[in-house]
Every structure is written in C-alpha cells, then in structure tokens.
C-alpha cells in the first residue's frame, strides 16, 4: 500500500480507525472523512493523516471534500466506506420517517455519494471497499431495521458499482463485519448485557471481533493481493452467521 492513496470514511473511531491506522503502517496515504471532529483530531495526533470533518449525508461537502483530495494527490486509489449511525431504535412499524431518513441517507446514501465523488478520480487498478453487516442479510435485526435495511443495500449497491466500473479496472467489495468490539457496538450493548453475553456463546469462535481484525480484511480487499476479486462479499464474524 505504499504511497497508495486511500480515503477513509469512519475513520474516527471504530473498524474505520483501525483500517487508517493500518493503511498508514503500511506506508499508504490515508485521507480521513468523520463527522467526529474530536476523533479525527486523536487519529490525526497519532498518524500522519489527511483530515475532513464531513458528514457523508452532506452531498455538496462530501463532494467538495473528495475534490480536494483528488486536487492535493492527483488521484484516489482506495475508498473504504465505514461511515454509519446505528442505535436500538425499536419495533420496525414504530420508527417515524425522520428516522428511517437518516439511518438511509448516512449508511447507505452516504456510501453511494462518497463513492460516486471518488470514482471519476480512481485510476485501473484501484478499489473500492464498503462495509455491510451480518444484519444486512444474513442475521435479522429488528430493533435497527433502518440500519439493517440499509447494510443490505449497500452489498446491492457495491455489487453495481463493480459491474459498472470493473471494465475502468476499478473494483468493489463489500465488508460483512459480525459482532465487533467497537464504540458502537458498546452503546447497542448498554442495558442490554445479559443477552448480549448471551449471543457471544453462540458464535463458533466464543469471542467477539476486533476492530483491527476487520481491518486486516479491508486492506485485503483494498491492495493488490486482491486483483481478481469483484463484487464480492467478505464476511468477518467468526461463524456467527453460521449459527
């Protein structure tokens, strides 16, 4: 990954974080994209990063801040979309729409905008990485059913844009995270222990994911070891969806 330049949506916390900190140890240029302005400021005291404070559901600055990168670098030769809003919102027919506006227009608008701003400045050979979850298609979710709606489209939308821009050399593929020890993840948990010790026994490997874990994965799809593979989804959850 060296000198590659890789925008990194999430980057503040959580599996984005990780997969900055790792796309910097491997000598990548790491552009950082959150709405987490107190975040990016720790990654950025930590590693040599380019940071935006953006909300990916705000198209023109999503835009604006994507030419920017492509101005400062000539190019963009990874986007990884880990930007996402995700809570225990309740029964699905109990969510009002400014609910359901959100959730789509972050998890899923979002990682359609950042990606559409990307493409026109990502040259053959260049990837694309979104991230989707085990509850977008593989385990029900029902108190988040806007986020669980949403990661489902994201795995539709990924596969689009590697049919569309495979023939540019561009290639895309989606992240299918499990159950991951991140900031999120402990929010959804708070109150809600028991069952969620609960669901840890029932995954084949008896623990939870870590962030760097899912990371290792994202820099697979990203680099070049990964030439031959598009459209796909790659799912990191210890066998949870299994069970």
């Known amino acids: 990954m060296k000198d590659r330049v890789c925008v990194v949506t999430g980057a503040a916390s959580g599996i984005g974080r990780a997969t900055a900190l790792r796309l910097a ?26 940071v935006h404070a953006v909300d990916v559901a705000d198209g023109p600055a999503v835009y604006a801040a994507i030419a920017a990168v492509a101005a400062q ?10 930007a996402a809003v995700v809570a225990n919102w309740g029964p699905p027919a109990e969510l009002d729409d400014a609910l359901w506006s959100r959730a789509l227009e ?4 979002g990682t359609a905008r950042v990606c559409a ?14 991230c989707s979850s085990i509850a977008g298609g593989l385990k029900p979710s029902p108190a988040r059913s806007p986020y669980t709606a949403a990661k489902a489209g994201v795995v539709a939308h990924t596969r689009d844009l590697a049919v569309a821009y495979g023939p540019r050399g561009i290639r895309a593929n989606a992240l299918i995270p499990g159950f991951i020890e991140t900031p999120m993840s402990h929010a959804l ?8 010790a609960a669901e840890q026994t029932r995954i084949p ?15 697979f799809l990203a680099d ?17 969806s299994l069970v």
């Open 73 to 82: 670098h000539g190019r963009i030769d990874s986007c990884l979309t880990f």
């Open 117 to 130: 701003a990307a493409v026109p400045h990502m040259p053959a050979g260049s990837s694309i990485v979104t």
């Open 106 to 109: 972050v998890n899923l608008r």
């Open 25 to 50: 140890g491997r000598g990548a240029v790491v552009v950082a994209i959150d709405i987490d302005e107190t975040g990016l400021k720790e990654l950025a005291d930590e590693i040599a990063v380019d």
């Open 189 to 196: 948990v708070r109150g809600h222990e028991a069952a969620a």
């Open 205 to 219: 490997l008896r623990r939870l994911g870590r962030a760097d874990e899912v990371a290792e994965a994202a820099l």
């Open 224 to 240: 070049d070891r990964s030439s031959y593979i598009n459209g796909t989804t790659l799912v990191v959850d210890g066998g949870l």
